[in-house]
DNA sequence: ACAAAAGTGTTATCCTTACACCCATGT
DNA sequence: ACATGGGTGTAAGGATAACACTTTTGT
């Protein structure tokens, strides 16, 4: 039996929530070559979709977030940004599905009518360490897993649309977010940093330009050499100065543009 | 006896609208010299508050928030853009009210019900050109006006801030939304469309260097000379190229920075 | 003639871009 | 030795920023 958390939407009355709002997360992780995106798939049924959730009472929406997101990835405060609200009437209608079909308990059912209210749902947008992560499904799901952007599965809903919203606005955003410090390890090759860069941007960049571009800026610390296994130079390994990071980032980080 | 709109919620059954879920506009226009916000007085308590309302069951968000921008500012399909969505549970703190204090009846109580929930707000920034606009309060309110942004009186609730926010946002994506287009009018001078900027950015650009920015992206047709009545060379009309214009700001217009 | 504001020109400086070059390493 | 990829250098072109110069107009 699995571990039900706080949040459990079977266990709470779904009078604690808010009617009609619900949160949806993106949560973006890269694995050394791909960009990954946290999905839950639904009990049963073989349905993929975002993390997500609803809202208590006498909660923060961003509270909520921060809950769910930390519910699912195991990190605590994760960096997050509501990114957008999708509000259209017929946002559901791309999937039809019915939830918990032999039960007839009062529960269940106060909790399937809850569930098929016309829902708001805001969109947030997560960037944490795959290394530090631990996907939990929640209680309506039997996996919780990454899944390479480009090879994300049929989504439930409009869940496909949030996903390519989410990665609009990073991209948008690229250089007002902390990008490289919620993405990577604590050290990590120029090579991993400029790749990491080129899959959110989607095209190629300048290796000699990008390296003096990014230690310019004077972010980055450099360590000793790895000792690395190819048959070349092996190439410092770098941290990121968290505080001039984080300094540069409120100010936008400069442009890439080759 | 003022005329009653369609969404006029003393009007509408509250059922009628999502609850807990209501929409706030911030309405943006350039009086030739000053950015303006359009606020809504409510009747009696001496209060003024962005404009807004609430979606219908049957509703796209958008369309709501079209509706609701029509309405207040009798523009056909104004420019648009959710911009953020508001969910702290102490948003409504700021301000303590109680509507319709004297009276009794069944609807009143009703609409004093639906009204005095917990709500979620999303923010809906518009830009308009101000000689195209017939300012209308809604059914709560006795005035609905522009107020200049750098003399805003006090707002209710949490409205304040969400005027902060969508100039902040007006700020940073200046260069992916037809600022210019929207807020001027058909005709101006090159010096109108560099106050506008320098209102927008709060801070003083070039004059020249803005010009030639400006005349080399090719969006703007240039007219027969202003006969003006200043003791100083007349000032040349411009106008937008629609399409030019459109295209540029899809891509986003190259930044001014001085 | 003069002041004021419009339109345009000039220059130093910086950033971007597209490479080229050398270096360290394992085979 | 050599292929491979890391780190750095360079030179052309373009953009930016600061300011100067010229033009037009009303008084």
Redo the contacts with the bound molecule.
Sequence with gaps: MRNLKSSSILQANPEFFLPGISIDCVVIAYDLNQINILLNKLEVLDLWMLPGGFIFQDEDMDQAATRILEERTGIKLPYMKQFYTFGDVNRRDRTRITLFDGRKDKAYLRFRKFLEQRFISSGYLSLVDMRDCHPTPDILSDECTWHPFNKLPELIYDHGEIVNKAMEELRRWINYMPVGMSLLPEKF???DFQILYEQILDREL????F???M?KLGFLDRHE?Q?S????????LYSFNEKKYNELVEKGI??I??
């Design positions: 090759t120029m090579k300048d290796r000699g330009n390296q003096k571009k230690l050499k000792l296994g190819g048959a070349h130079k092996a190439p410092y400069g442009y543009n080759s």
